[in-house]
């Protein structure tokens, strides 16, 4: 049985992950060899707690029990008792083989070790060490004590043993489990790359801005964030890097291609909220209307040749337009991953909805379009643009002549 759980890395993830464990009865040692920012991990969870106190979601006894289930530690053997590590670190491939490594000289040989990365290959993080087989990787969501799902990605080494054993710990800690096959962004990173990818797209051909475009996927399709909102609170350095990350990872597939928008954006520190500049401009307390565009995005782009759809039809039909290219994008991207067994279509729609809270499961949203639907836009995007980046999944194909749906 689980209950002893190390983390390393006491940021916003490493500290969220250490909330949800402590507070299942787990006994919990954060580890980060800078002392400050384990005092603040320390002060943000008392800020949380007493705001869920305040709520009245927890009582006094509640909390003092969670915060006695953490202690807090700036040296690695410190976790050597631990039955399972869960490691919260930079995103660099190097130097989580390197922390792994080190690790696996304190622990004991049954004791799981995991990484949280969002994008990077389990399989190689496992390599590190001598005993690869008990490497898995555990993808939670930010912030991990209210988004439900959790990603399991078992590597090509990992034991079925060690994987049934963390499906079940995770599930006790009442959490959605999905399991992901250990390819590039595994399920949620990879399937919402063209909700970025397409509306960058859209915007950089001078179809609609920033705020139209936000607002077609909201109003229309009832996401709560636009693409544009979420790349600036996502930071949009980060959400760079991830899509960058899989265009390579998937050996340039032109379908997770990054946009030079972002990446000026990015080079010239507008990040989004944390620098109060990105697509919008913010104040302390966050964007105060949607007039707040940065103007920069928007005055330098080139009116092309694509621009002409926004040309030819009414405010009402381009909002349409946009959402529709975008979703089926989605849907597209969610019959591949489906393709390629890269999860059940229980799991896709399950990460979709409950690890960023897309308002349906794109495989259902498929259900409820039609298969004719979807490969009658997807291939109508192709005709226009004959780029590889609008091919259709061949499992839409199928579906749509044998009329199938994914659910019955």
């Keep these: 049985m689980i209950c002893k759980v190390g983390i390393i890395g006491s940021g916003t993830m490493g500290s969220g992950i250490a909330q949800v464990a402590a507070t299942a009865g787990c006994l919990v040692k ?39 289930n953490i202690l807090y530690v700036d040296d690695l053997k410190d976790l050597k008792d631990a039955d399972l590590t869960i490691e919260a670190i930079i995103e660099n491939l190097e130097i989580k083989k390197k922390v792994f490594s080190e690790l696996e000289g304190y622990v004991s040989e049954n004791t799981i070790i995991a990484s949280n990365t969002s994008s990077l290959s389990i399989a190689s993080i496992a390599s590190s060490l001598q005993k690869p087989e008990r490497c ?29 054993q963390v499906v079940h710990i995770i599930k006790d800690w009442k959490k959605v489990v999905a399991i992901a096959k250990d390819t590039p962004g595994f399920i949620v990173n ?19 801005d920033v705020s139209a475009i936000d607002e077609s996927l909201k109003s229309l399709g009832g996401f709560r964030m636009g693409p544009f909102e979420l790349m600036d609170f996502i930071g949009n350095d980060v959400n760079y890097t991830v899509t960058e990350t899989v265009f390579k990872a998937f050996y340039y597939d032109p379908r997770y291609k990054p946009a030079f928008t972002q990446k000026r954006l990015a080079e010239a520190g507008f990040l989004g909220r944390k620098s109060r500049k990105g697509y ?46 975008v979703l089926v994008m989605l849907i597209n991207e969610a019959a591949d991953a489906l393709f390629w067994n890269i999860a059940s279509a229980e799991d896709i729609d399950n990460a979709m909805t409950k690890g960023v809270n897309y308002p349906k499961g794109l495989l259902s949203w498929a259900d409820e379009k039609g298969m004719d639907w979807c490969v009658d836009k997807l291939d109508h995007l192709y005709d226009e643009y004959r780029e590889d980046r609008y091919r259709c999944s061949p499992l839409l194909r199928k579906m749509k002549r044998e009329e199938k749906k994914f659910f019955n």
């Design 280 to 325: 919008y401009n913010y104040d302390e307390n966050g964007k105060t209307s949607s007039q707040n565009i940065n103007t920069v995005v928007t005055s330098s782009l080139p009116a092309g040749k694509a621009g002409e759809v926004g040309k030819k039809l009414s405010r009402k039909e381009i909002s349409q337009y946009i959402f529709d290219r």
């Design 190 to 208: 990879r399937v919402a790359r063209p909700y970025y990818g397409e509306s960058l797209r859209i915007l950089e051909e001078g179809i609609a």
């Design 30 to 68: 954060v580890f980060d060899t800078n002392l400050e920012a384990l005092d603040r991990s320390k002060q943000a969870l008392e800020k949380i707690l007493s705001r869920l106190v305040e709520k009245g979601r927890i009582d006094d006894t509640e909390k003092r029990r969670i915060q006695q």
């Design 136 to 164: 898995i990787g555990i993808h939670f969501f930010n912030p991990a004590p209210l988004m439900r799902l959790v990603e399991v990605i078992p590597a090509v080494q990992t034991s079925q043993e060690v994987t049934n």
